[in-house]
DNA sequence: CAGGATCCCCCTGGATACTG
DNA sequence: CAGTATCCAGGGGGATCCTG
């Protein structure tokens, strides 16, 4: 890890978001606790491998837990850790943002 | 461009921020009006090349302006565009955020 | 059900050299 | 001063197939 990384808020959430589907995923976890198939089901553009790696990333930085229950069939739940929660503010801003830049540009173009 | 981009908030908001200084550009000018020569200087990390390719992406996704002025030396001035202005808010809280990510894991490693 | 293991390919960041 | 033009290498996304 790098100095700036430790040092600027900025770029210590821009590498955490770095992953495509990171927002996305953080979001469907801020509405509830989901298993890993209804996050499939919840995300469909996304592949498995692909989930399951931004998933794994998302818990290396700790914004999300992942639980396992001892079943068959296996079941594996996802939830937001506190720092995860903490992100709950920025999705908020994240969804109006992004509702008026949409329609914005449709209004532009 | 597909659907899920113009439909979705978050995916929307994500495909702005992918770049890998994407957060921070749009950070410094958030204080201000800055030249070329400026940002790089806030910014010494990366480089001219890279730089400029994440401002006409800016650009291009209609969060900043440019102005040239015709002088010499040449003269270009970036800034916030009104959808840019619209993007602090989410500064704002990635600050918060990113601040506090710090300190926890600070403390917890 | 919830993955793991590979492979491939493309894109993006970064380095370097040149310019109106 | 504020870029362009190339080139290169690495990594991440996606597809596909296999498994406890």
């Known amino acids: 890890m790098e100095s700036i990384y430790e040092k600027c808020p900025f770029m210590t959430t821009q590498r955490?978001?770095?992953?495509?589907?990171?927002?996305?995923?953080?979001?469907?976890?801020?509405?509830?606790?989901?298993?890993?198939?209804?996050?499939e089901k919840l995300m469909p553009e996304v592949t498995r491998a692909v989930l399951t790696r931004q998933l794994?990333?998302?818990?290396?930085?700790?914004?999300?837990?992942?639980?396992?229950?001892?079943?068959?069939?296996?079941?594996?739940?996802?939830?937001?850790?506190?720092?995860g929660d903490k992100f709950k503010k920025i999705l908020d801003e994240i969804e109006i943002f992004g509702l008026e830049y949409i329609n914005e540009l449709k209004i532009t173009k």
């Not at 990171?22 to 801020?30: F, K, N, P």
């Not at 998302?58 to 850790?81: F, G, H, M, T, W």
């Open 16 to 39: 955490v978001l770095q992953g495509k589907w990171a927002i996305v995923v953080l979001y469907q976890l801020s509405t509830g606790t989901k298993r890993f198939n209804e996050l």
């Open 56 to 83: 794994r990333q998302l818990e290396d930085d700790k914004l999300i837990n992942r639980k396992v229950y001892a079943e068959v069939p296996p079941r594996v739940e996802y939830s937001l850790s506190p720092l």
